[in-house]
């Protein structure tokens, strides 16, 4: 049975090669929830010359992406905050796990790394659920 975080990085240009690290560290070495051995996935760039997006431009944008499978998403948080990027006020991370409706953005702000948006409503809130037509 899979657990599935889907995970957004957007870095500066200067941090591609970092982001290719932490892809590495999620590949071999990045805890799982289930305690069932290391490496949950890897991120690929989302943004490079053969990517599509929708406009008559390419984006101009470094964006790295992934599906990760059991991920240890406060190990994830705490490594990612533990990094020396080269830029860290552009690094922004957007997390969605499994029966989550919504993702999380975590951002470099006061020298901490920390979730920025969004802290209201969470997912059990009712606002959150379809009215029944």
Not at 29 to 54: E, M, V
Request: proline share 5%.
């Amino acid at each position: 049975m899979s657990w599935v975080a889907n995970l957004m990085l957007s870095v500066s240009g200067w941090d591609n090669s970092t982001a290719a690290e932490l892809s590495e560290w999620l590949r071999t070495d990045a805890p799982r929830r289930d305690d069932a051995g290391a490496g949950c996935g890897f991120l690929a760039l989302i943004t490079d010359q053969d990517s599509r997006w929708g406009g008559w431009k390419n984006p101009e944008c470094h964006v790295w992406a992934g599906a990760l499978n059991h991920a240890d998403l406060d190990a994830l948080v705490a490594h990612v905050g533990k990094i020396d990027w080269k830029v860290p006020l552009a690094v922004q991370m957007l997390i969605m796990d499994q029966e989550e409706g919504f993702f999380r953005l975590w951002m470099f702000r006061g020298g901490e790394f920390r979730q920025y948006a969004p802290l209201q409503p969470d997912d059990d809130d009712p606002a959150f659920f379809p009215v029944e037509v």
